[in-house]
Structures are given as structure tokens and as C-alpha cells.
């Protein structure tokens, strides 16, 4: 009797709507986490989200340099279509995502549509645990393991660094909470170091977006994390001369 006690109590202190996920001391992230357990328990990686839109695209024309972008949110929102007219570039981002998420659908979703070049945001969600506390070294060997596969089927990277976050408005302050600059900045060294030291282009908008106080700059993220239109704007030219780097490299 004494066991069940415990185990009504613990239940007691969980968010309502998560029963029997520990709270992170974040209630958006709370919030977003309870609102993910279909997700979660039915389709982890999210398979279903562009299944149809892959089936139903062509293969590659001859000479054509066919890009995907693979990412979270960030690139989820990004409209290439506007930003990259008469390209073939082809998004295949999913709001909320982690690099574990990422690794599920990376066949689907990039190996499988024979792209020249993939171009990889990600990490600003492992930081912040949106599927769970994640450690550096994990996130790193979710990085090398994107590397690898796509060696192995010829594709040329591009890692994209992980985003600055800023906390000078009220909407951004828990996106900023659950994202430490230290963390961010630890990431970023890593990254680009293995770049340098794989043959990985490495495309740097960290630098060009983050400001004297080592957050993201106030104009490009209403909401401390997601750019907007300017952010876009400054983030497009810095994507097409990385992936023109990487479509003069050799194919792997």
C-alpha cells in the first residue's frame, strides 16, 4: 500500500496532461513535450510527415544539383521556394525535431531522394531535451552518424552551425531558458572542428548572427530562436555559397 502511495503521489506532480513524464522546469516545454506523446509512442521519427511528398518526386534530372535542406523548425519554416527561386532545392524540415528524431527519417527523407548535397540544421532542440535530456557527446555522435551515411551514398555536406538564441523579449525568454549559450557555443566549436577535420563544409551563420553579448542578435528572432524575414535574408546567400563550396568538392 505504501508503494501505491508513492506512485499516486509522483503522478500528482506531473504536468497535467503528461502522466508519467518528469517536468523539466520549463511549462513551455512542459506543455510542448505532453502535447507530443502520440508522436512519440506512434511515430518517433515522423515517416509520415513527408512520405507522399517523396514518393511522388522525381528522380533527379540529369545535371541537376538537387539540395536538401534537413532540419528542425528553422528550416521547417524556411520557404526556399522564395528565397531560392527556380532551384532545386527541396525542404525537408520538421518542426521540433532532435538529431535522434533526424536519424530515423535521414533514408527517407535524404538518402532516398539522391541529392548532391544535404545541408544539416539541427541541435538547437537536443540542447533545450525536447525528446529528453541529451548529452553533448550524444548530440556530436547523432552528427558523425549523418556524416557517415551520407558519405556512403555519395552525398556532399553541409553542417549548418547550431543557432544563437537571445532572451530580449518576453516570447523568447523560455526558448532562451532551455537553450544555455554555453551549451550552444561548446556545440559550435565542436562541429566546426569536425568539419575541418572530415572535409565538411561548414556554414557559419552563428557568426553572423550573433551579437557583442554572444546572443543572437534582437533583429533576426522576434522570439529569441526562429528567424524572421531578416534572419532569412541574411541566412540565404551565406546557404548558397556553402553549397556551391560543396558541389565543387569531390563526391564522396
Known sequence: MGAMVVTLSAFAQQP???PGIPPTGFPGLDQYRASRIAVFTDDYGQLARYREANAALAPPAAGENRVVFFGDSITDMWK???SF???PYINRGIGG???PQMLVRFRQ???DLHPKVVVILAGTNDIAGNTGPMRNEDIEANYASFAELARVHGIRVVYSSVMPVHNYTERSKDFFAQRPPSRILELHAWLKDYCANNGIVYL????AMVDDKGLMKKDFA???LHPNAAGYKLMVPLAEAAIQKALSNPKP
Open 16 to 18: 497535467a496532461g503528461a
Open 80 to 82: 526556399l521556394e522564395d
Open 85 to 87: 527561386p527556380g532551384k
Open 97 to 99: 525535431q532532435t538529431t
Open 109 to 111: 527523407d535524404v538518402i
Open 204 to 207: 557559419d551563420y552563428f557568426s
Open 222 to 224: 522576434d522570439d529569441g
